[in-house]
């Protein structure tokens, strides 16, 4: 009973896994002219201001972008000198994360992997940074714990995210939100996939901090960032606070 149990779990969280992915193939074109429209207007400054603030100065970091998306931090750590691994779960967005990069003049090491199971050695980065990430994963314990693993003692890992859990993006009628600008069907996909994880039964980033430092981070958080870095009047945002965790593991 045991065994078929595990495995029924197993093929659960596989079908999921394979959900979220289907999804974020399928809004990878639009998702990166947005991140393309961010780096080259005053958001893209406005990012690496805030972060380059909070980084180690004086030397090349090493640096690990997680759920990298159409590669904007990515194409951010690379223009800066510093040297990048980038992955995301999705082939499609890694697709446009290599042609973003291309058309900035800049490398970065794209590799496809799950987030929650990195085939990278410990200790390997002196950061490991994501955005909007978390809110998206199966098990947000475990990925934390890999980003943990992979980052060396001292190291920073920063991570950008919402408190979407009790939201729904179908609800907003701000023609100015960014969901209005995604099809109604894949709306209600996202909503249904979100709904569906146990990272959405928390609060956060309450809950974030209360994991990271369990685990020994000396941690800071800012509770909105949004007006620092969201400031292309042009593009179109989530109305949901982002807040901002920086964790120092020891």
């Given at each position: 009973?045991?065994?078929s149990q595990t495995e029924?779990?197993?093929?659960?969280?596989?079908?999921?896994?394979?959900?979220?992915?289907?999804?974020?193939?399928?809004?990878?074109?639009?998702?990166?002219?947005?991140?393309?429209?961010?780096?080259?207007?005053?958001?893209?400054?406005?990012?690496?201001?805030?972060?380059?603030?909070?980084?180690?100065?004086?030397?090349?970091?090493?640096?690990?972008?997680?759920?990298?998306?159409?590669?904007?931090?990515?194409?951010?750590?690379?223009?800066?000198?510093?040297?990048?691994?980038?992955?995301?779960?999705?082939?499609?967005?890694?697709?446009?994360a290599r042609e973003n990069?291309?058309?900035?003049?800049?490398?970065?090491?794209?590799?496809?992997?799950?987030?929650?199971?990195?085939?990278?050695?410990?200790?390997?980065?002196?950061?490991?940074?994501?955005?909007?990430?978390?809110?998206?994963?199966?098990?947000?314990?475990?990925?934390?714990?890999?980003?943990?693993?992979?980052?060396?003692?001292?190291?920073?890992?920063?991570?950008?995210?919402?408190?979407?859990?009790?939201?729904?993006?179908?609800?907003?009628?701000?023609?100015?939100?960014?969901?209005?600008?995604?099809?109604?069907?894949?709306?209600?996909?996202?909503?249904?996939?979100?709904?569906?994880l146990r990272i959405s039964?928390?609060?956060?980033?309450?809950?974030?901090?209360?994991?990271?430092?369990?685990?020994?981070?000396?941690?800071?958080?800012?509770?909105?960032?949004?007006?620092?870095?969201?400031?292309?009047?042009?593009?179109?945002?989530?109305?949901?606070?982002?807040?901002?965790?920086?964790?120092?593991?020891?």
């Amino acid at each position: 009973m045991h065994s078929s149990q595990t495995e029924k779990k197993s093929a659960s969280q596989v079908g999921l896994a394979e959900e979220i992915e289907a999804y974020w193939d399928e809004r990878s074109t639009a998702f990166s002219r947005v991140r393309l429209q961010e780096l080259a207007g005053p958001d893209g400054s406005a990012w690496w201001d805030f972060i380059a603030a909070r980084l180690p100065e004086g030397r090349g970091l090493t640096v690990l972008d997680v759920g990298t998306g159409a590669g904007f931090f990515a194409i951010l750590f690379a223009r800066a000198g510093h040297k990048v691994t980038a992955i995301d779960q999705s082939a499609r967005m890694l697709l446009r994360a290599r042609e973003n990069a291309l058309a900035w003049g800049c490398k970065a090491d794209f590799r496809k992997m799950d987030a929650q199971c990195l085939s990278l050695p410990d200790a390997a980065f002196d950061v490991v940074i994501s955005r909007n990430l978390t809110w998206t994963l199966p098990d947000a314990m475990q990925a934390y714990r890999e980003w943990l693993r992979v980052l060396k003692p001292g190291g920073l890992l920063l991570n950008f995210d919402s408190d979407c859990g009790s939201k729904s993006f179908c609800d907003t009628v701000d023609t100015a939100h960014a969901h209005t600008q995604v099809d109604a069907r894949q709306v209600r996909r996202c909503n249904a996939i979100k709904d569906s994880l146990r990272i959405s039964t928390h609060a956060r980033p309450h809950w974030d901090l209360a994991f990271l430092q369990e685990w020994g981070c000396a941690c800071t958080c800012e509770p909105d960032i949004a007006p620092l870095v969201h400031l292309d009047p042009e593009i179109a945002y989530d109305n949901i606070p982002l807040f901002a965790i920086c964790a120092c593991k020891k």
